[in-house]
């Protein structure tokens, strides 16, 4: 019988550490802390609610993130 593939767990981490942050630079940091998926959005953007493991999701403003949250 096959074994399951293994899903990795996302990177342990604090998504209000990102608040405040410049968008180039949060994105930068969040892929060295292990995410594989680093997305931008503008305010009140229409979003899947899919959860995708090893996702971080940024809301920026003014180059700026005001929000933040893993999935």
């Not at 604090?14 to 942050?21: N, R």
């Not at 630079?25 to 953007?45: D, E, F, I, K």
């Amino acid at each position: 019988m096959a074994s399951h593939p293994r899903i990795p767990e996302p990177p342990r981490d604090t998504p209000e550490s990102y608040v405040g942050l410049d968008a180039d630079g949060a994105a930068r940091l969040a892929r060295t802390r292990g995410w594989h998926v680093v997305r931008a959005l503008p305010p009140g953007a229409i979003v899947t609610m899919e959860y995708v493991t090893g996702r971080i999701n940024f809301e920026v403003e003014d180059d700026t993130v005001t929000r933040c949250w893993i999935g």
